[in-house]
Structures are given as structure tokens and as C-alpha cells.
């Protein structure tokens, strides 16, 4: 059993910068991938980014692309979301999660944080 746990989130403004961080409670395996998703009032649970425990990135959203970068300190157990850029749109809960399969899909994942609220007003 894995706990994650989000913070980082907050009320911001346009073009501003937020980083996120989840920490695991403990080491995750090598096989291990670690994804960031969101969720705004009304939609669906949206995959932004997914790591490797390698560190090799192998996915962002086309909404985040160039804005957003997700990394990994394994030594820390910890995963992390910069934000730039940000924008009225990316207003949503963010969730971390962990998972052998690393899929895009949120049944990819074994393991889910709480979330924590991002909120960018305009």
C-alpha cells in the first residue's frame, strides 16, 4: 500500500507559476510510473503528464505541453508538477498517482492522492 499525498495547489493569476508536489509514504518500485491528472467541476478526470521511475518523461497533454513539466526525486519519494503559464482553464483539483501500468487512463492507477485545488483566476 502506497499513500499520496498533493500539495503545492493554491489561487493564482494568469501567467502565473504554481509547483506541486506529491510525496509517496514509501519508495515506489522500479516498475513503478507516476502521473499527474486533473479534474475541473463538471468534467472528467484528465491525464496532463506521466513519468517513469527511470525519470523518462513519456507523456503530456497537448494542453500543457511546453507549459507544465513533471519530475521525480526517487531518493525523496517525491513527484513533482511545475506550472507555468497558467491559465484560467487549468483551473481544477490535481491528483498524483502511482501505477504498474502507466496508462492514460485514471484504472492505469493503483494509488491516488487526495488532490489539491488549483485555481487561476483571469
Known amino acids: 500500500q502506497v499513500q499520496l499525498v498533493e500539495s503545492g495547489g493554491g489561487l493564482v493569476q494568469t501567467g502565473a507559476s504554481l509547483r506541486l508536489s506529491c510525496v509517496a509514504s514509501r519508495r515506489t518500485s522500479r516498475s513503478t510510473f507516476m502521473a499527474w491528472f486533473r479534474q475541473a467541476p463538471g468534467k472528467e478526470r484528465e491525464s496532463i503528464a506521466r513519468?517513469?521511475?527511470?525519470?523518462?518523461?513519456?507523456y503530456y497533454a497537448d494542453s500543457v505541453k511546453g507549459r507544465f513539466t513533471v519530475s521525480r526525486d526517487n531518493a525523496k519519494n517525491t513527484l513533482y508538477l511545475q506550472m507555468n503559464s497558467l491559465k484560467p482553464e487549468d483551473t481544477a483539483v490535481y491528483y498524483c498517482?502511482?501505477?504498474?501500468?502507466?496508462?492514460?487512463?485514471?484504472?492505469?492507477?493503483?494509488?491516488w492522492g487526495q488532490g489539491t485545488q488549483v485555481s487561476v483566476s483571469s
Open positions: 498517482a502511482a501505477g504498474i501500468l502507466g496508462g492514460r487512463e485514471p484504472s492505469s492507477y493503483e494509488y
Open positions: 513519468i517513469a521511475w527511470s525519470g523518462g518523461v513519456t
